[in-house]
């Protein structure tokens, strides 16, 4: 404890500040947006070493490996693919100066030290956090009941029932068509601006 506060004191801890959107292009992280697919930042955090940037379609995280160091690694994790879960924020005592923003993506966990000057903006990107990971539950369900509706399709079909192999290969395809569309549009959402847009004070 006594080590992270003479940190604190001494301005060497690695705590994070909210950028603002009129200096996102001036950030790390935009040079590795999908422009091209209307891909845009929303959330921007950071610090002497990390960029913590939550757009519309994913968390890119530009990792550094110390403050005087240009060495970055840039990690990407897609809201379609990664749910997110566990979110919290560890609010400041009465000596410390930062909060924690802390969530699991994927199999990943991050824990943000925030100045706690910024804890009002902290709060809208827990707020967003917390709806993308309900909406990605939710999909996940339907997404398991597509295939259950699927098996008791196929129980209610019997080999030979169709009249031509054409009608067959017909079929299937339909059938495969519809699947595809519940399970990676209808139930798998890749852009959450909506939900951003709602949360997130600009």
């Not at 209610?156 to 017909?170: D, L, N, P």
């Not at 059938?175 to 209808?186: E, F, G």
């Amino acid at each position: 404890m006594f080590k992270k506060i003479a940190s604190e004191a001494l301005g060497l801890s690695d705590i994070g500040v909210i950028i603002q959107p009129k200096d996102y292009g001036s950030v790390d992280a935009d040079d590795y947006l999908f422009h091209e697919d209307n891909e845009k930042i929303f959330f921007l955090i950071k610090s002497k070493k990390d960029e913590y940037c939550f757009t519309n379609l994913a968390l890119i995280h530009v990792d550094g490996e110390s403050a005087v160091s240009s060495k970055r690694t840039i990690r990407r994790y897609e809201y379609a693919t990664e749910t997110i879960h566990d979110v919290t924020i560890e609010t400041a005592g009465t000596i410390d100066m930062d909060v924690e923003l802390k969530f699991t993506i994927g199999g990943t966990r991050f824990s943000i030290d925030v100045r706690k000057n910024f804890l009002e903006q902290v709060k809208d990107i827990y707020k967003a956090l917390i709806s993308i990971g309900k909406r990605q539950a939710t999909d996940e369900v339907c997404r398991a009941n597509a295939l259950r509706a699927l098996d008791a399709t196929a129980s209610m079909y019997k080999i030979g029932t169709a009249a031509s192999g054409e009608a067959v290969t017909a079929q299937f395809t339909e059938l495969l068509k519809s699947l595809n569309a519940a399970m990676l549009v209808s139930y798998t959402k890749r852009d959450f601006s909506d939900t951003f847009g709602r949360y997130i004070q600009a």
